[in-house]
């Protein structure tokens, strides 16, 4: 039997045995005789000493926890910390009541809790995971659990719990591998595959037929063949815009668990999207009013991702804006997601407006938007909740094909999410559409 280290706190005299009080005694009758006497003495004290030391031998093999301090008897399992500490994942060291015992930094940060002692189940309750902690504690099983954290973005983790034996004390090790990188690339391969196949389709047998044509009959005819060419021309444009979206929506998922951490001005992105598409706003015959504020907005986000997300509202709002129309954008700060929710996203009374996506609430957390407004036709109530889903367009479901491949705003609401932002919109039939995505706004260094 494995002894441990001998504590004031936890010797419990009142537990001794029968046989370490009776040494006890007998050394110190020993020493009172070798104090009173000469003869002997020295005989007397020797014994006197090495029944001591028996005595406090006899009394460590029966160190006692007290019930007041629950992690007393933890004391040998909590020298497997350094061991803990070596790994790169996530770790935990259970006890038989299922408390922590160790934890590494890699847990402490990712489950965020600091005090060691508390219940497993004030951290993680996922039943498959604590059923797996009693069975490697009383039945010494190895497991692997898999589980999903619901959250803005799911979390895919598989957790290793084995037993462990230290001594007298039994306890379960917990190791979390994170999976959702690899579950994201097995799904935006399956995903990429499923929509280019069924979205290639019609551009391609378009392609097919107009071929055959220009092969049969158009073959002579030079204003035929030029007119056919000039279709083939933009089924081609369409199929090349379609695998452009369709890559960035893929890169954009599969990064999409792992949030940025740079900085940049939202203003001076916004700017800078405006200035490249004025050559688009010309040839549409379309204004565009801006509208930010003087100094700079700094939010926390990924500079390209941002300027995809302004680019593609504004390509959005060109599309539905009428000819002489205007595109209006605006930039600026605000505060906490209710505040910014308002501001951004309920301007007109008569309109009906949706969240398309909502952030996780969160203290001391302020945001800033870009919101751009066109002055279309308007959007019904019945399609808001649908708009950034992947290939869906209004002008479909109405039987009026504009273009594009429907995927510009789920490409916002992707990049939007890996930003752990909002995404809202709110349309008025009549009068127009506007759309909002807000993003954290960033700390002053």
Request: hydrophobic share 45%; with cysteine.
């Amino acid at each position: 039997m494995a002894m441990n280290r001998l504590s004031p706190q936890r010797l419990r005299l009142d537990r001794l045995p029968a046989a370490a009080w009776a040494a006890a005694a007998l050394a110190v009758l020993a020493a009172i005789l070798a104090f009173s006497t000469n003869l002997g003495a020295a005989v007397l004290m020797v014994l006197a000493a090495a029944a001591g030391y028996w005595a406090m031998r006899e009394g460590e093999r029966f160190v006692i926890s007290s019930t007041s301090d629950s992690r007393a008897e933890l004391v040998g399992l909590g020298e497997l910390a350094p061991l803990l500490e070596a790994l790169p994942d996530p770790a935990l060291l259970i006890d038989a009541e299922g408390r922590i015992v160790s934890s590494n930094a890699a847990a402490r940060r990712q489950m965020h809790f600091e005090a060691r002692g508390q219940f497993l189940t004030s951290i993680l309750r996922h039943p498959d995971v604590l059923e797996a902690v009693q069975g490697a504690v009383r039945d010494g099983e190895t497991r692997a659990v898999e589980y999903q954290m619901p959250a803005q973005v799911d979390r895919h983790t598989r957790c290793y719990v084995a037993p462990v034996t230290w001594g007298a004390d039994r306890a379960a090790m917990l190791v979390f591998h994170d999976q959702t990188a690899k579950i994201s690339t097995e799904r935006m391969r399956a995903d990429f595959l499923a929509n280019a196949s069924h979205e290639l389709r019609t551009p391609l047998a378009s392609l097919t037929l107009l071929i055959e044509t220009l092969m049969g009959p158009a073959r002579d005819n030079g204003a035929d063949r030029d007119r056919f060419l000039g279709m083939m021309q933009v089924q081609a444009d369409r199929m090349r815009r379609l695998l452009d979206d369709l890559l960035s929506l893929s890169r954009i998922e599969l990064d999409e668990h792992v949030p940025p951490s740079d900085r940049a001005d939202l203003a001076s992105v916004a700017r800078e999207v405006v200035d490249s598409l004025l050559p688009l706003l010309k040839e549409r015959n379309v204004t565009l009013d801006l509208k930010m504020p003087a100094e700079p907005v700094p939010v926390v986000g990924e500079r390209f991702q941002l300027a995809q997300i302004v680019q593609n509202l504004i390509d959005n709002a060109v599309k539905y804006t009428p000819d002489g129309g205007a595109v209006r954008v605006e930039v600026a700060a605000s505060g906490d997601r209710e505040e910014v929710s308002a501001l951004a996203g309920r301007r007109w009374e008569e309109a009906s407006r949706v969240a398309l996506l909502t952030p996780a609430a969160a203290a001391n957390r302020s945001y800033a938007y870009v919101r751009v407004e066109d002055s279309g036709p308007g959007i019904s109530k019945r399609f808001l909740p649908r708009l950034g889903e992947r290939f869906f367009r209004v002008e479909r479901e109405m039987g009026a094909e504009r273009g594009g491949t429907g995927l510009g705003l789920a490409i916002v609401k992707h990049i939007v999410n890996r930003h752990r932002g909002g995404f809202l919109v709110e349309s008025q039939p009549g009068r127009g559409s506007a759309f909002a995505a807000y993003v954290e706004l960033a700390e002053e260094a």
